[in-house]
């Protein structure tokens, strides 16, 4: 409405997002329908949220279980689920403590403040800067955007916090120059997902973690994308042989219900104490009922299983794709975390997607990034492949 009270013809969302002329309505599994009833194959998963597919009955199950009995209380009093799902991930990560919020750039903005606060109370030794890397993504708050190593984030929003150094990834040289920018912590992802799809180098990834030991900085590893089961093991740092300090997570806690957390070691959780940090809604008993019980699930039925045979084969159609069309440069990424360069807009071809009924994205102007959810099947891998090389024929026919 104006002020005189007629209608006025802008959106009453602020336009934020480049949105699809799509409208979707309902999701099961792989599949989700549009308000025409339409269906698509999506391979997005929410953006590496629902890793269980839509509306998984197990989580849906302990959700309606607890809408019953309580939606919130205060962090002022104990919350099982909480407990449980902290001793959980602390059981199945290197982590002791768990701190819970509502989102990926909360899980970050978090861990920042840990390291800041274990620098100055803990060790005592007043350092603060945070050292991220080029072309990272770790939120839109502003010390989230600000350790995000791409301008196009940081855009129009100065002053950006202080405190903050980029250093380039995967560069084994740069890391020479890691200690005299005097850091708290490190923060980096094992796969760079809005970045481009890129997985960091085991050997700089170990060779980080040890300057990071030898030096008292804390590793911190922003799992957001990465983490609940997406690399095919339940964290990615698993598959490095490292320990981090601490973890982020989010995305793909909650299978969809808004939840993040840090997982931190004993010792870097030192750094919060009472009213230290804080949030309303973290952790709050619906939110920790649908992590507790997607992380019990994922645990308890072989879904990380069936996440590397399906990422095998996966591979293997990819491969085959690649072979016949010379645009498609390089098939790169872990699990079900992939990513396809082409020398072509990458855009482009998640718009013709659309048109065969399949939902996949983009990360960065020409990489698709596919992710399928980890409950995938071979018959759904084999759908994608026919819809996406229909999208590739039409947009070479320039239909
Ligand atoms: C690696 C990484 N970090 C942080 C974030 C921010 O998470 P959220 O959008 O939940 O704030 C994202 C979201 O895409 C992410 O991929």
């Not at 998963?45 to 009995?69: F, M, R, W, Y």
């Not at 502003?142 to 405190?163: D, R, S, V, Y």
């Not at 957390?261 to 010792?267: G, M």
Request: aromatic residues 8%; charged residues 20%; glycine residues 10%.
């Amino acid at each position: 409405m104006t002020a005189n009270n007629t209608v006025s013809h802008i959106s009453p969302v602020m336009p934020t997002y480049g949105r699809f002329p799509v409208t979707l309505e309902k999701g099961k599994g792989s599949y989700v329908w549009d308000d025409k009833g339409t269906k698509y194959l999506d391979f997005t998963s929410g953006i590496a949220t629902c890793n269980l597919g839509h509306v998984p009955d197990a989580i849906k199950e302990k959700l309606e279980e607890q809408l019953q009995n309580l939606w919130h209380c205060s962090n002022l009093y104990n919350i099982p689920n909480q407990e449980k799902l902290a001793g959980l991930l602390a059981a199945n990560s290197c982590g002791d403590q768990v701190f819970f919020c509502n989102s990926g750039a909360e899980a970050n903005e978090a861990a920042i403040k840990l390291a800041r606060r274990y620098a100055n109370k803990v060790k005592g030794s007043g350092l603060s800067t945070v050292v991220t890397f080029k072309q990272s993504f770790h939120g839109r708050t502003l010390a989230t955007l600000t350790a995000t190593g791409q301008e196009k984030i940081q855009n129009g929003f100065a002053p950006l916090m202080p405190g903050f150094s980029y250093l380039p990834y995967n560069d084994m040289e740069a890391l020479n120059v890691l200690v005299e920018l005097k850091p708290a912590a490190v923060l980096l992802e094992l796969v760079q997902g809005e970045g481009g799809v890129i997985p960091a180098f085991p050997e700089w990834v170990q060779k980080l973690d040890q300057i990071c030991k030898e030096n008292g900085i804390l590793l911190m590893v922003d799992e957001i994308q990465t983490g609940i089961g997406r690399t095919g093991t339940l964290f990615a740092y698993q598959q490095y042989n490292i320990e981090p300090d601490v973890i982020s997570v989010a995305k793909g806690l909650g299978s969809g219900f808004p939840i993040g957390a840090i997982i931190a070691k004993e010792e870097a959780a030192k750094g919060f104490e009472p009213g230290s940090h804080g949030s309303t809604f973290g952790g709050n008993p619906l939110a920790t009922a649908a992590g507790l019980a997607t992380v019990t699930h994922i645990l308890e039925n072989n879904i990380l299983t069936n996440a590397n045979e399906m990422a095998e084969y996966l591979d293997q159609q990819l491969e085959n794709l690649s072979a016949k069309y010379t645009f498609i440069k390089e098939l790169r990424g872990t699990g079900l975390l992939k990513g396809l360069v082409v020398d072509n807009d990458a855009s482009a071809i998640v718009k013709k997607a659309i048109e065969q009924n399949l939902l996949i994205l983009t990360a960065g102007p020409n990489v698709i990034r596919i992710l399928p959810p980890l409950t995938v099947t071979k018959d759904e891998i084999d759908e994608f492949i026919i819809k996406l090389e229909k999208a590739f024929q039409s947009l070479e026919k320039g239909e």
